[in-house]
């Protein structure tokens, strides 16, 4: 086991704040894997709007700052030259949840291992976890997939309603406390899914490929640290998005309009700060499963000898006496010499 899970007296929290930081060189990975995919999906867009932009005061709206309408524009009018331009996207997101899921079971395996985390560390323990973790997420999706279904349905339905009794800020706030209910059931699905990932990669160092009979060990385990574990989760998705909007908000207010160099600086520190987010929610769930009690521990309920090999074995000693009696006789037919 990694020796920064050794001290049991920290927090879920502090303990994957320790990992993180131990570990910064997976920012690296994580940062230039992102960037790459991101580079790749952008090339087949360069061609598209520079048709759209050379040759229009619009791009005047985007160069070097941030405004939303304006993008939003430009996709709607890229939009119209086929679905060629979304089956790219598509492309590029499937490429991005590829290799997000193989850099994902190497910073586990990191964690947990205590290795140093080298590229080549990382990406060979994410190719050997990379079907499993594949496995465990239809698995969720076939549980949570259902219940999120659900409460979006009843979200529709509720704000459906309420349009017809509230107008203005009541409507807001109703849309915005049902989205925020949504979202917190979400919450909760996504770190029971970490904490199965971090169950998944302890019982292969423990020899064992199984994958389905993680889930539930892993929410009983998230049900009897509930308050730690969430609560924690939640505060650090919190502090990585308020970094990220408030360096989107720099990005709107301070950067000049034609600082395209500044603007990609700030830029690439928002998405870092949500990387690093990840990474610390990842840390939280190693030491969940980690410094959890050993008879609450994920693999042990899996590890269990079955029925046939509980049973001791009956040995001489442990066999019913016999009949005093029918021992005797036995011994003196024995002794008795035939006739």
Aim: include cysteine; charge should be positive; glycine fraction near 6%.
């Amino acid at each position: 086991m990694n020796r920064l899970l050794a001290n049991r007296n920290y927090s879920p929290f502090r303990a994957g704040l320790r990992l993180a930081l131990a570990n910064k060189r997976l920012l690296l990975w994580v940062y230039l894997a992102t960037l790459a995919v991101g580079l790749a999906a952008a090339l087949p867009f360069h061609a598209r709007m520079a048709s759209v932009l050379d040759h229009s005061l619009a791009a005047q709206s985007i160069a070097g700052r941030f405004d939303v309408s304006s993008y939003v524009l430009l996709m709607m009018n890229l939009g119209k030259h086929g679905t060629s331009l979304y089956m790219q996207a598509f492309a590029a997101i499937l490429g991005y949840c590829v290799v997000s899921n193989i850099l994902a079971a190497g910073i586990y395996y990191v964690f947990a291992t205590g290795e140093v985390p080298r590229l080549a560390v990382v990406v060979r323990s994410g190719i050997e976890y990379f079907w499993r973790f594949f496995r465990l997420l239809l698995f969720v999706l076939i549980l949570a997939g259902p219940v999120l279904a659900i409460l979006a349905a009843l979200r529709r339905l509720l704000l459906k309603h309420a349009d017809n009794i509230y107008v203005g800020r009541q409507f807001f706030f109703i849309s915005l406390a049902t989205f925020a209910v949504f979202a917190l059931v979400a919450l909760f699905f996504r770190l029971w899914f970490d904490i199965a990932e971090a169950s998944v990669v302890q019982l292969g160092l423990d020899g064992n490929r199984r994958v389905r009979r993680v889930l539930f060990p892993s929410m009983r385990l998230l049900r009897k640290q509930f308050a730690p574990a969430y609560f924690g989760y939640f505060s650090i998705g919190c502090i990585g998005w308020a970094v990220f909007f408030f360096l989107t908000w720099l990005w709107m207010a301070a950067v000049p309009p034609h600082a395209v160099l500044l603007a990609w600086i700030v830029g690439q520190l928002a998405t870092l700060s949500l990387l690093a987010a990840r990474i610390w929610e990842r840390g939280l769930a190693t030491a969940v499963v980690a410094l959890a009690e050993p008879e609450t521990v994920a693999h042990t309920a899996v590890f269990t000898a079955p029925v046939w090999q509980t049973i001791p074995a009956e040995t001489p000693s442990t066999l019913p006496a016999s009949n005093p009696q029918e021992t005797a006789s036995s011994e003196q037919d024995n002794t008795r010499s035939p006739e």
